[in-house]
């Protein structure tokens, strides 16, 4: 029994990570465009889903009103203001709450009257309604809950202090399990041919 030595224990280590990284990226980019998919499909209804719909409407209103009255006297444009900032504290408001139950990574409460308009909250909607699609996408992806746990096990098999032949073996079954192929040149290793 021939026991794997440091330099092929961490030539092993950089290879499944290297190997791993390939197989997550790829899985990464089809996560995102399945999510990109879904929630292109949601996000006409995901105010509604947040129970900010009305709210967005009415915001797009009184925000219009507000700037075509820009130019008028002091007092309307006040009024209106106020009108939009009140509205516009609804859906921040409503949105915090929402950020906090659903662990968004969003804040609502930068909302300026005279810049953003209604915009503000869809384009910030929007990107929560992405998030929220790939996580349920990765949720139900099955090669990529798996990938951890084999990658993990490809570890343990590396650090077990096996000879070097049951250790590539192993390790060769174990990644061949991710459909992911680990060539290994026999002779280089050492590994006798059965």
Same mark, same amino acid.
């Given at each position: 029994?021939?026991?794997?030595?440091?330099?092929?224990?961490?030539?092993?280590?950089?290879?499944?990570?290297?190997?791993?990284?390939? @197989?997550?990226?790829?899985?990464?980019?089809?996560?995102?465009?399945?999510?990109?998919?879904?929630?292109?499909?949601?996000?006409?209804?995901?105010?509604?889903?947040?129970?900010?719909? @009305?709210?967005?409407?009415?915001?797009?209103? #009184?925000?219009?009103?507000?700037?075509?009255?820009?130019?008028?006297?002091? #007092? #309307?444009?006040?009024?209106?203001?106020?009108?939009?900032?009140?509205?516009?504290?609804?859906?921040?408001?409503?949105?915090?709450?929402?950020?906090?139950?659903?662990?968004?990574?969003?804040?609502?409460?930068?909302?300026?009257?005279?810049?953003?308009?209604?915009?503000?909250?869809?384009?910030?909607?929007?990107?929560?309604?992405?998030?929220?699609?790939?996580?349920?996408?990765?949720?139900?992806? @099955?090669?990529?809950?798996?990938?951890?746990?084999?990658?993990?096990?490809?570890?343990?098999?590396?650090?077990?202090?096996?000879?070097?032949?049951?250790?590539?073996?192993?390790?060769?079954?174990?990644?061949?399990?991710?459909?992911?192929?680990?060539?290994?040149?026999?002779?280089?290793?050492?590994?006798?041919?059965?």
């Amino acid at each position: 029994m021939k026991p794997i030595r440091s330099n092929e224990l961490e030539f092993f280590k950089e290879l499944v990570k290297d190997k791993f990284y390939d @197989k997550e990226e790829a899985v990464r980019s089809e996560i995102h465009l399945e999510a990109d998919k879904l929630a292109e499909k949601r996000k006409a209804s995901f105010p509604k889903e947040c129970g900010v719909d @009305k709210s967005l409407n009415q915001l797009k209103k #009184v925000n219009a009103e507000y700037l075509d009255f820009i130019r008028t006297k002091s #007092v #309307v444009e006040q009024r209106l203001r106020d009108k939009v900032n009140a509205v516009a504290e609804i859906v921040s408001s409503r949105l915090s709450r929402l950020s906090k139950t659903r662990n968004w990574s969003e804040s609502f409460d930068n909302f300026n009257v005279k810049e953003d308009g209604v915009e503000y909250f869809t384009n910030k909607l929007d990107d929560m309604c992405f998030q929220e699609a790939e996580k349920h996408i990765k949720k139900g992806h @099955k090669i990529y809950n798996s990938l951890k746990e084999k990658r993990d096990n490809c570890k343990v098999i590396i650090h077990t202090g096996s000879d070097i032949n049951s250790t590539v073996k192993t390790l060769q079954k174990e990644m061949a399990s991710a459909d992911i192929r680990l060539a290994i040149p026999e002779q280089l290793l050492q590994i006798a041919v059965k």
